[in-house]
């Protein structure tokens, strides 16, 4: 139980990052002309999710949705406060309210 409790943890903290965490070092990244590799490997790049160089020259940089993170987020928070079967519950009720008519 104290393993899954760590994973736990660990996945709350990454999406954390993912949803809060700052960009400033790719935004940085963008203006540069050739990158230092040693410097690239101390910047935080964590929210960076693609990097393209097209040939006729820039660079494009996809980040990771943070409206995603916050919802796994909010949904990993909602797990703990019902059980993992508070979600299965709920799925249950809402099968059971699709076979009911208007009249019952």
């Known amino acids: 139980m104290a ?4 994973a736990r943890r660990r996945i709350l903290k990454g999406y954390d990052k993912l949803a809060f965490g700052g960009v400033a070092d790719a935004v940085r990244l963008m203006f540069w002309e050739e990158p230092d ?15 393209k160089r097209p040939k006729g020259g820039g660079m494009e940089i ?5 409206i995603k993170a ?6 990993l928070d909602g797990e ?12 249950e009720a809402g099968v059971r309210s699709f076979g009911r008519t208007e009249e019952e």
């Open 70 to 75: 916050l919802q796994c987020m909010e949904a």
């Open 80 to 91: 703990s406060e019902n059980g993992p079967g508070g979600f299965y519950r709920a799925l």
């Open 62 to 66: 996809k980040f990771f949705d943070r």
């Open 3 to 6: 393993e899954k409790s760590r």
């Open 37 to 51: 590799f040693e410097q690239i490997g101390q910047m935080d790049l964590f929210n960076i999710a693609e990097i």
